[in-house]
């Protein structure tokens, strides 16, 4: 097996694993958990076709996973706001319980 092949087989396990984790919590911090996974996941991708692409010596796949890594920041600043604005008016973060986007 090559190192390349090693990379995406770990890379797709840890999407499958914030995908189901993503998909079946109830709690909406284990939700953003998942996702966070997925995107590392894609981070990982970026970086091993990177190092094993045809030219390492261009710094695209880490200008990628930088911008993808300010974009998950982003994206977990902005959730936690919102989870924690839900739990204000709910007093939960179960998503079961949020079914509603009444004020």
């Known amino acids: 097996m090559t190192p390349l092949t090693s990379y995406l087989l770990i ?42 692409g045809p030219n390492p010596q261009a710094l695209t796949g880490i200008i990628f996973v930088i911008f993808s890594i300010g974009v998950a920041a982003a994206e977990a600043a902005v959730g936690l706001a919102l989870i924690i604005a839900l739990y204000r008016h709910r007093r939960t973060t179960s998503l079961d319980r949020i079914d509603s986007m009444k004020g």
């Open 11 to 52: 890379s797709a396990l840890l999407f499958a694993i914030g995908l189901a984790g993503a998909l079946t919590r109830r709690s909406a911090i284990l939700v953003l958990i998942g996702i966070e996974l997925m995107l590392n996941a894609a981070n990982l991708n970026f970086i091993a076709f990177w190092r094993y």
